[in-house]
């Protein structure tokens, strides 16, 4: 490790990482989480968790990294999602202000929202579905008593002829 380098460990049982920037003297300064920017030994910022250096492509010179850092010692503007210990370590190397923990929580967090808006639509086709069926349904039942009503006048047709044919055959004069 190295003056300047961005380094990482893991919290939380490996669910989140912390994040600081190395001063080159077994010290780094970071975010305390919730708290403010401090200067703690390595072993401290580590916790006995293994350290992992943060590459930067575009990472500015080392002077202009601990500068940063060492300037916002004693912070105490902590925010998860705005302002956090990756932001603070990114923002050291590169001048920007970044967290890819956050975008990918709020990438998690669309896509969780959009899967619900799917379900929402599937709920909503499947009440679509389920009223057409109904409606289907009701259609049926309209035939169906319609049917019924065709064959009852068709009875009611027969029962007159043969009413006019019983008629015919006693010899009665049709009306």
């Known amino acids: 490790m190295a003056a300047a380098d961005h380094l990482e460990v893991p919290r939380g049982h490996g669910l989140f990482m912390h994040h600081g920037i190395d001063l080159g003297d077994g010290t780094v300064v970071h975010y305390l989480e919730g708290k403010q920017i401090l200067r703690s ?26 500068r940063r850092a060492m300037g916002r010692l004693g912070e105490e503007r902590y925010n998860l999602l705005l302002n956090n210990c990756e932001h603070f370590a990114v923002w050291c190397k590169t001048g920007c202000h970044r967290s890819s923990q956050v ?38 039942q309209k035939r169906q008593q319609l049917s019924e009503q065709t064959f009852a006048d068709q009875l009611q047709a027969v029962e007159t002829l043969k009413s006019q044919l019983q008629d015919l055959l006693r010899g009665k004069p049709q009306a």
């Open 41 to 66: 030994s390595v072993e401290e910022f580590s916790l006995g968790e293994p350290l992992k250096i943060v590459p930067h492509a575009d990472a500015d010179p080392v002077g202009v990294t601990l």
């Open 103 to 140: 975008e990918k929580a709020l990438g998690y967090g669309q896509m969780l929202l959009e899967q619900g808006l799917n379900i929402n639509q599937e709920l909503n086709i499947s009440h679509g579905l389920k009223e057409l069926k109904n409606g289907l349904k009701k259609l049926e």
